[in-house]
């Protein structure tokens, strides 16, 4: 079991082609009926993992707002398993930068989406650089979730869908692993995003963690009020 600041239940679920490790975290005092946020984690090669500064940093704010929060691993990475033999991460990993196909992580996400579902009362989704493309798919899938992207990729990966998707998205301006385009262009890009870009923050946010965090959570705090509203008889 990975070592973490936060109180979580590890929960391990039989998925498609192996089992998938998710952490719950759950405000004090409240129960699995709260609003929860699923945290995408960036690429394994990136330390894309449950236990990443960034997503360590949202789950925090998500808790200091009486959401409750599921963060995991892809399979392959801390106690999720992948069918087949056990491989190097940089081994398993690379071929998705190679080829570009991300279902296998899609399909991460979708199980990791699913069990929030049946925990928590409404959901929302926040995917941190490459935990964008995998939760892209299934916001789209479903106009009803709330997306965010931090530090996204998307001067570098394809991300299909989201220009005509309300999203929040917030690049940083010395990102060198995914350089945003300038925020009129990324605005135009992404019509109907609140798109911003955050100066002097590189893609790591080490430090800085908080840039990302306060907006995410204002942005989710109106999505998952009105939907526990519409919810409650």
């Keep these: 079991m990975p070592a973490t600041t936060l109180d979580a239940a590890r929960l391990v679920r039989p998925v498609p082609g192996g089992a998938l490790e998710a952490f719950v975290s759950l405000p004090p005092g409240a129960d699995a009926a709260c609003p929860g946020v699923v945290v995408a984690p960036p690429h394994p090669l990136l330390g894309g993992d449950a236990d990443n500064n960034v997503v360590l940093a949202v789950a925090r704010g998500v808790l200091a707002r009486g959401w409750g929060v599921l963060r995991f691993n892809y399979r392959g990475v801390g106690g999720s398993q992948a069918d087949g033999p056990a491989l190097p991460r940089y081994e398993r990993f690379a071929a998705v930068e190679r080829t570009g196909d991300v279902s296998a992580l899609v399909a991460d996400a979708r199980a990791a989406l699913g069990l929030a579902r049946r925990l928590f009362r409404a959901v929302a989704l926040v995917g941190y650089s490459f935990g964008l493309a995998a939760a892209l798919p299934l916001a789209l899938e479903d106009p009803a979730l709330a ?8 001067g570098k990966q394809a991300l299909p869908g989201l220009e005509g998707r309300p999203a929040l998205l917030l690049c940083a301006g010395d990102d060198a692993c995914a350089p945003p385009p300038p925020e009129d262009a990324l605005r135009a890009a992404f019509p109907r995003a609140h798109a911003r870009v955050l100066p002097r923050l590189d ?4 430090g800085q963690e908080d840039r990302l965090v306060r907006p995410t959570l204002a942005y989710l705090e109106a999505h998952l009020a009105s939907l526990t509203r519409e919810e409650t008889p």
């Design 203 to 206: 893609h790591f946010a080490l």
């Design 147 to 154: 997306l965010v992207g931090l530090c996204p990729p998307v």
